[in-house]
Each structure stands twice: as structure tokens, then as C-alpha cells.
């Protein structure tokens, strides 16, 4: 059997790749971005209850009414952003099916959707399925700046989308609002919409806000938000996430919702609730917990004499491996450390499209416990003194 010839040059994905990798030598899994801790006990407790209640069969396909409803109103307290729970909401299996579910909406054969360089590694997927000719905008190291100059080159008539990951999953970046400002014009002034990934809105170290492009002027109506519940409440198993769009952009992709996944895990989604009710004090405990591991990560990094810069927002961090002298690319690193150090990561050229682009780094997760990334470290300490 030939598979279609839309799955032409595609192959597993590396990072899962890693995580059997990790399995195989038994290696502490700092490659794949999922924590190593359970949600918190009041959402594992309310998922307990739904499950025992009878929410066990299909519900609504844009989502529970009450998890659309708390989103509507984590969206207005948060960002001030007004979105009508039973038309601009939807509940979708994680931000992956959302942001595939948006790009089959809008894309036609011949448009082009503008993915951002390092990117995580489902866009271009999504983009490919939905038939769309992806053209990339690269973020230079060190700084990983968007560049204005580069991203109008990116435009053009056929422009139909930008996918916008901020806080940046994998450099350290949240974009800034001037950068912010740069994708809005660009979006009104070439009709095209905006596909956001927010997935780490509630992981940022400096101290400033998440800022959601939608709330940048005339970005509202074309833009399509999107954000998700497994990183912020440790929950990536659970597949839960959605998007946040006015109409026309909200009827549309819960056409495709609709069709692909008839709904997301319902008792997951009474659970969810209960997360979204979850008093300020847990997103500051978020981030003081996020702020602990950071340094942790950076001291093991530095110790271990590989380069890197702290993070301003997500749990990644993209690190040189130069001073290692180590005679191979990062494949050949990524699929070394796990089996000689016991540490699994994943090679920086995965997160790119263009040849040769990444291949200095290996991407580190640090969404774990402190003593995992204290093993972590100790594993590489070791060996490094055993030379
Ligand atoms: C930037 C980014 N977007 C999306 C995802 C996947 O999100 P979900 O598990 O909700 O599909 C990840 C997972 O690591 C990610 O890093």
C-alpha cells in the first residue's frame, strides 16, 4: 500500500521517538513537554465524581455548557476579551485537534499559512492535512527575535493564516507587544487570520502578562485563540483544549470539530470545571513552582557546561552543546545522552523545516519534579566526572 502523497517526507515524531528512547535505557525523560506530576487533587477528585455520575456518553460537540461557560469567563477576567459560550467556544481534544480543526476550516489548496521557526513539531502536519503550502519565518539564536522585515517577506496575497505560539514553546521568548503589533498589521493589512497557541499563557517568568494577539486592535474578528488545559493543570493525557473565535471563523471550524471528534472527553471536561474555578492562588503557585524548576534547570545546564539563556516563558529550554566537543550532530547527541548519561532530550533541528537550522542544540523539558531534574542532573555530573 503507497500512503497518500500528502504523507510524503513525514515519519514519527521525534520527540515521541525520545520518549521510547528514554523507556528503552530506562533514561530520566526530560525530552517529551509533559509534567511529571499530577494535576491538582480537587480536578483528579471531580474527575472521580463525573465518571461516577453518569457523564460517560457523547455530550454537546462544542463542549459542556458549564466548561464553555467558565472559559467565556476566564477569557473576560483574564484578557477582557468577550466571547458568547454557546457560539464562539469550543471544546476540542487538545490544542493539536483545535489549531488542525481551524486550519481545515479556512485553508484552501494554494494558500499559505505562515508557521514560525523553531515551531512545534504537529503545525506543519496540520497544515499539509489541510492542504495548505507552509512558508516559514525563522527566529535567529540567540536572541530568536520576530524580526519585522522577515515576516512582511512572509506575506503575500496567498497568505491565509500565521500560526503564533506565545510563550514560545521551544526558545525562551514571549513575544513582546511591539512584536505582537508587527503580526497584527500584517494580518489586517494582507486579510489574513491568526491562529494563536496560548498553551503556556499561565508559564511566564518575568513577571509580565500574557498578552492574547486578539486583544491587539482589529485582531478580535480574525483571530482564533486557542489555549488548552494539560499544561497549566498537568494534564496533557487528558486531551483537553479549545478554541475561542467570533463568527465566521467559530461556525466553521466547529464544522470540522464536529465531524473529526464528535466531542472531547466528557467527564475530563466536568473535571476542567473545577480547574478553571481554582482560586489566583494556584496560578501563583503555578509560577513560583515554574520559577524553582527553571533555576534548577539552568544550574544542572551550566554545570553540565551546556549553553543556554533562562527561559521568559514556557518549561523548554534550547541548549548548545559546543563546549562537549562531541563529534556528531544533535540526532546523534539526542540519541547518545540517553543511552550513555541516562538523560533523554530532544535534537533542535526537529523544531525546524530549513536544512541545517537547529542542529547546534538539544531541547530540554523542564516540566518535572525537582528531584527528577536533580537525578537528572546528578546523571550527567557523573559521567561527566568519570569522564
Ligand atoms: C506549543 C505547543 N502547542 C501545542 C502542544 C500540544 O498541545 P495539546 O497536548 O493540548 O494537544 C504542545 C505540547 O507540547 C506545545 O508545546
Partial sequence: MVPAQRLAGMRESFIREMTRLAITHQAINLSQGFPDF????????AAHRALDSGLNQYHVTWGMPPLRQAIAAKMKRW????????????VTCGVTEA???????????GDEVIIIEPFHEGYLPAVIFAGGTPRFVALEPPVYALEPDKLRAAF??????????TPHSPTRRVFTLEELHAVADLCQEFDAIAITDEIYEHIIYNGNPHIPLATLPGMAERTVTISGFGKTFAATGWRLGYACALDPLSTALRTVHDFTTICAPVPLQAACVTALNLPDAYYEQ????YVARRAKMMAILE?????????EGAYYVLAGFDAWNFDGDDYAFARMLPQKYGVAVVPGSCFYATPGMGKDAIRFAFAKKLETLEAAGERLRTRIGNG
Fill in 79 to 90: 484578557y477582557n476579551l468577550d466571547f458568547d459560550p454557546d457560539q464562539h467556544i469550543t
Fill in 156 to 165: 503575500n496575497p496567498r497568505t491565509r493564516a500565521i500560526i503564533l505560539n
Fill in 303 to 311: 554545570e553540565a557546561h551546556l549553553t543556554a539563556q533562562p527561559p
Fill in 38 to 45: 499530577d494535576p491538582p487533587r480537587e480536578v483528579i477528585d
Fill in 99 to 109: 489549531i488542525s480543526a481551524t486550519l481545515m476550516a479556512i485553508v484552501n489548496p
Fill in 286 to 289: 503555578l509560577k513560583c513552582d
